[in-house]
């Protein structure tokens, strides 16, 4: 399984930004996607994640500003982040967690580079 995300770049702060993924090389659902972040010299952090049934978690830093959707039958997420802040400066990378008969496999997308400038 492969995840590709697309739509990192560089805005000015209070500006908006959507990332996507699509999961393709599976034609079973993704259980779990989102997206984490890892700013420099700072450890990976969970951003927001959507279960197939719909439950939402997110960090307390992006409540608010910060929406991620899905479409389960296509196995893509999205996140649309609003009102950026330079702290939000980070390089995004989409996640999904399957279970394949009782076994949970990770897959991670390449990085893409958001950029908020104050």
């Known amino acids: 399984v492969q995840l590709q995300a697309s739509g990192g770049g560089l805005v000015q702060a209070g500006g908006s930004l959507t990332l996507s993924c699509a999961a393709s090389?599976?034609?079973?659902?993704?259980?779990?996607m989102g997206w984490y972040r890892q700013a420099p010299g700072k450890t990976r952090e969970l951003v927001a994640a959507?279960?197939?049934?719909?439950?939402?978690n997110y960090a307390d830093s992006v409540k608010g500003r910060f929406t991620i959707s899905r479409d389960n039958a296509k196995n893509t997420v999205s996140l649309q982040m609003n009102n950026l802040k330079p702290e939000d400066t980070a390089v995004y990378y989409c996640?999904?967690?399957?279970?394949?008969?009782?076994?949970?496999?990770?897959?991670w997308g390449k990085g893409t580079q958001v950029t908020v400038s104050s």
């Open positions: 996640h999904g967690m399957q279970n394949i008969l009782g076994v949970l496999h990770d897959y």
């Open positions: 090389g599976t034609s079973l659902i993704i259980n779990n």
């Open positions: 959507i279960a197939s049934g719909g439950s939402i």
